[in-house]
Structure formats: structure tokens, C-alpha cells
T-cell receptor, first 115, second 113 residues
Framework: GAGVSQTPSNKVTEKGKYVELRCDPI?????LYWYRQSLGQGPEFLIY????????DSGLPNDRFFAVRPEGSVSTLKIQRTERGDSAVYLC?????????????FGPGTRLTVL | DQQVKQNSPSLSVQEGRISILNCDYT??????FLWYKKYPAEGPTFLIS?????DKNEDGRFTVFLNKSAKHLSLHIVPSQPGDSAVYFC????????????FGTGTSLTVIP
């Protein structure tokens, strides 16, 4: 079956621009997570959805970052007024339910480069 | 503040020998631990996990050991194969935190044929 997919795979933008990153989770998975991985680091949690609602957005670095999941499936991570420090790989993961021991399945990521 | 640490950024092992990857954590509330494996240009894939009520979990060539008193876990791969060459991330979680994982910085394993 299809895994988690993310588009685009690469995004190059200029400082100050707005970007949207898309995640298609595994069909039927109710929980969806966004992580950010900077060079030489492990993935860092940004936000997690249970269904349509953001259950925990404590990892979002500031109010330039926002994510939605309007129909409980596809999610979009939105970054306003991008800065060079936003350059990273943005990873999306989904799990069947939002239990602590539920395996999170990751997509390949979107590599964002802010010039 | 890095709550999960992998102090060895890289490791090289001969094919057929044992690979031991280490991970330390600081938060005593962590009670579930995982290892993920990542190939270039792909997302991390789940490898093996362990709950804090156990001290060992085995799955084929992969065994994870947990030492709660030392806040340390390790992943043993035996025998190592060239296809095991990847970056390995240790991750941890604790209850009532929205199921977010806290990841280490990764260890790049190279298995030499």
C-alpha cells in the first residue's frame, strides 16, 4: 500500500516569501505529525493532529508557522515570511491512532532551502 | 536542550561482526523507546522499540537493550550486513505528551563488505 507522501520533495524560496508544504498520510491513519530536521540533527517535533484538530502545537517555533488538516487526511504546513534559519528537511509522519506506542510512519520529507 | 543523545556520530563495522549503537537520555519520564533507520533521501523507518517495563527486546538480527538506572539504551545488530549502512536514530516518548517523539542526533553506520 501507499506510504506517507510529501510534496514538493524540494522547495527553494527567497527570504520573506510564503511556502506551503503538503503531506498525504497513510489512508486510515488518524494521527499526523510534522517534524523538522536541521542539518546534523535529529527530527524535532513541530505539531501533531488527531483527526482535524491540532492536539499539540507546542513545537512550532513561532507564529510564522501554521498547519492545517481540514478534512482529517491531507495536511499542509504553512510558513510565512520565511527566514534562512527555516532551511531544513520537513518530515511528516502518520500513525493509525494517537497512542504512545503506535508506530509513526514517515514520509521522505520536503527539503526547504531559503536563500 | 537535547534530552536524547547519541554521542557517536559515526561507526564503521566489518560485515558479519556486531554493530552496537548507543543512546543516552536525561528525562526519567521517558517510558517508551524506539530506533529508526534512515537511508539518504528517504524518511526514517521504524526498526524496533522497547517499553520501560522490559530490559531487552529482540527482533531477528536486531536487539535493543534498556538500562533504566543508567538512562541508556543500545541497539545491537548481529551479524551486520552492508545493507544495514544507514543513519540510526534513537527516539523516546513519555505519556500524555501528544505522542511526540524526542530524537537523538543520529549515528551513521557503515558496514564494510
Amino acid at each position: 500500500g501507499a506510504g506517507v507522501s510529501q510534496t514538493p520533495s524540494n522547495k527553494v524560496t527567497e527570504k520573506g516569501k510564503y511556502v506551503e508544504l503538503r503531506c498525504d498520510p497513510i489512508s486510515g491513519h488518524t494521527a499526523l505529525y510534522w517534524y523538522r530536521q536541521s542539518l546534523g540533527q535529529g527530527p524535532e517535533f513541530l505539531i501533531y493532529f488527531q483527526g482535524t484538530g491540532a492536539a499539540d502545537d507546542s513545537g512550532l517555533p513561532n507564529d510564522r508557522f501554521f498547519a492545517v488538516r481540514p478534512e482529517g487526511s491531507v495536511s499542509t504546513l504553512k510558513i510565512q515570511r520565511t527566514e534562512r534559519g527555516d532551511s531544513a528537511v520537513y518530515l511528516c509522519a502518520s500513525s493509525l491512532i494517537a497512542g504512545q506506542t503506535d508506530t509513526q510512519y514517515f514520509g521522505p520529507g520536503t527539503r526547504l532551502t531559503v536563500l | 536542550d537535547q534530552q536524547v543523545k547519541q554521542n557517536s556520530p559515526s561507526l564503521s563495522v566489518q560485515e558479519g561482526r556486531i554493530s552496537i549503537l548507543n543512546c543516552d537520555y536525561t528525562n526519567s519520564m521517558f517510558d517508551y523507546f524506539l530506533w529508526y533507520k534512515k537511508y539518504p533521501a528517504e524518511g526514517p523507518t521504524f526498526l524496533i522499540s522497547i517499553s520501560s517495563i522490559k530490559d531487552k527486546n529482540e527482533d531477528g538480527r536486531f536487539t535493543v537493550f534498556l538500562n533504566k538506572s543508567a538512562k541508556h539504551l543500545s541497539l545491537h545488530i548481529v551479524p551486520s550486513q552492508p545493507g544495514d549502512s544507514a543513519v540510526y536514530f534513537c527516539a523516546a516518548s513519555y505519556p500524555n505528551t501528544g505522542n511526540q517523539f524526542y530524537f537523538g542526533t543520529g549515528t551513521s553506520l557503515t558496514v564494510i563488505p
